[in-house]
């Protein structure tokens, strides 16, 4: 089985300070991972993902994440927030002999003016 | 092109009435997924459609959910006998293979 934890419900910071959204995952088998964005009263977006390559991951609006298969990692970073970054966040991980994707239950970014 | 579109955008009923929600996923893609979002409750995944497979019915909650995929395109998400804490927005998405899922804007549903 695959399962994703996100280990905080919901996170508050300062505009222009940095962030990072914790996700890890278990499988059995090599993985594909993505973290997608839903700002309020929207739909999921994709923000970024990882299947094979550079371990580092860039994606929209200045957020990347890094792969990290020894701690089964997949944390999301942005350098420094802005106000238009306050949405809910989720990871997500797609194994081959699982064919299907999990979602994790999501984090809430709160940017403090 | 045109993305996930979802009908209707919002659907109100009364307990015990039976609701039909409809997903259009974009053209050629073979994957369909319907979740559902609750109020504290994240991305709950209810069934997947792949191809000509069968779909992964492991997510549905209840024998009252169900759920087809008329010609590899669209498809209906069916409630019957509605219950209170059916109410929720339900998410479609689709893909090509293992790749990005795109999301329609979803249906909010609310039983009263």
């Known amino acids: 089985a695959q399962s994703v934890t996100q280990l905080d419900s919901q996170v508050p910071v300062f505009e222009e300070a940095p962030v990072e959204l914790r996700c890890n995952y278990s499988?059995?088998?090599?993985?594909?991972l993505f973290w997608y964005v839903q700002y309020p009263n929207q739909g999921l977006q994709l923000l970024l993902k990882?299947?094979?390559?550079?371990?580092l991951v860039k994606g929209i609006n200045g957020f990347e994440a890094e792969f990290n298969k020894s701690q089964t990692s997949f944390h999301l970073r942005k350098p420094s927030v802005h106000i238009s970054d306050t949405a809910e966040y989720f990871c997500?991980?797609?194994?081959?002999?699982?064919?299907?994707?999990?979602f994790g239950i999501g984090t809430k970014l709160q940017v403090i003016p | 092109g045109a993305g996930v579109s979802q009908s209707p955008s919002n659907k109100v009923t009364e307990k015990g009435k039976d609701v039909e929600l409809r997903c259009d996923p974009i053209?050629?893609?073979?994957?369909l997924y319907w979740y559902r979002q609750s109020l504290g409750q994240g991305l709950e995944f209810l069934i997947y459609f792949q191809g000509n497979s069968a779909p992964d019915k492991s997510g549905l909650p209840s024998d009252r959910f169900s759920a087809e995929r008329t010609g590899g395109s669209v498809s209906t998400l069916t409630i019957q006998r509605t219950q209170q804490e059916d109410s929720a927005v339900y998410l479609c998405a689709s893909s090509h293979s293992t790749d990005t899922q795109y999301f329609g804007p979803g249906t909010r549903l609310t039983v009263l």
């Open positions: 997500a991980v797609f194994s081959g002999g699982y064919q299907k994707v999990t």
């Open positions: 053209s050629g893609h073979t994957a």
């Open positions: 990882y299947l094979s390559g550079s371990t």
């Open positions: 499988s059995s088998v090599s993985v594909y």
